[in-house]
């Protein structure tokens, strides 16, 4: 492992569009001022990281304590927040359209059973009148019986 500032700032520049990465372990990698420099710029506008470890790199502390502050800037775990109640937002919209398409289906199924219904009382009928019900009644007692 030994990306170092230039692959520590490609990495950073990569990570401005970043949605799902948190937690990133950068250790023993060469990465100097300036490549964490520009993961501290990242930091500004990337609410999504958590965690960033750079340690055992020439990192100085105070680049090291901008990069702190970036991550533990309150406003940013606000917007931390914020992007996780998006989520779930989503995933709750989500669900409710699936719900919505599993009770339309069922309201065809239930249109769909009562027009079946429809037709075996009017089979039922039918059937009555030409065969008479006393013959229907007779036949449906051998079956219970049976």
Known sequence: NSIGDEGARRLASSLGHNATLRKLWLGRNKINDAGAEDFAKTLQSNHVIEYLCLSE??????VEDKIQTHLCDPRR?????????????????AKEDEIAAKN???ARMKAEMSRIYGL??????DVESVVGADVISEVNDRSIAS
């Open 57 to 62: 790199n020439g990192i100085s502390d105070s």
């Open 77 to 93: 775990k606000v917007k931390q927040m914020e992007l996780i109640v998006a989520r779930k937002d989503e995933m709750l919209a």
């Open 104 to 106: 339309k289906e069922i």
């Open 120 to 125: 075996v009382v009017s089979l039922k009928s």
